[in-house]
C-alpha cells in the first residue's frame, strides 16, 4: 500500500517561507497525480496545489499563486510544496495525497486515494 509522509511544517512570521515534502516508499511517485490540500480549523479542506503525472501540468488555488509553487524530484521520489510570502491565512494542516486514477492532477478531494498524516503550518508573529 503506497504511504505517504509529509514534513517541512512549522511556525514562521508572515512574508517568511517554508518548503513541505512528501515522500513515498515502495512506489514510484511520478506514476500518480499528487496534490497538496490544507485545513484549517472549523473549515473543510482545500486544495492548494497539484501535479500531474510526469510534470504534465500543475493547479494553484488563486490565494496562493505567485506565492508557491509544487515540484517533483524523481531520484527521491519526493513532491514538495515550496511556500513563499507566508501570510496568516495560510496557517492550516497540509496534506498531500495521491491520485491512482488519474493522469492529471485535480482540485477534488474525492478524487484522491492515499493521504499523509498532515504536517502543521502556522503563520504567525
Known amino acids: 500500500q503506497l504511504q505517504l509522509v509529509e514534513s517541512g511544517g512549522g511556525l514562521v512570521q508572515p512574508g517568511g517561507s517554508l518548503r513541505l515534502s512528501c515522500a513515498a516508499s515502495g512506489y514510484t511517485l511520478d506514476d500518480y497525480a499528487i496534490g497538496w490540500f490544507r485545513q484549517a480549523p472549523g473549515k473543510e479542506r482545500e486544495a492548494v496545489s497539484c501535479?500531474?503525472?510526469?510534470?504534465?501540468?500543475?493547479y494553484y488555488v488563486p490565494s496562493v499563486k505567485g506565492r508557491f509553487a509544487i515540484t517533483r524530484d524523481n531520484v527521491k521520489n519526493t513532491v514538495y510544496l515550496e511556500m513563499n510570502s507566508l501570510k496568516p491565512e495560510d496557517s492550516a494542516v497540509y496534506y498531500c495525497?495521491?491520485?491512482?486514477?488519474?493522469?492529471?492532477?485535480?482540485?477534488?478531494?474525492?478524487?484522491?486515494?492515499?493521504w499523509g498524516q498532515g504536517t502543521q503550518v502556522t503563520v504567525s508573529s
Open positions: 501535479i500531474s503525472v510526469g510534470d504534465g501540468g500543475s
Open positions: 495525497a495521491a491520485a491512482t486514477r488519474l493522469l492529471y492532477c485535480s482540485a477534488s478531494v474525492s478524487e484522491y486515494d492515499y
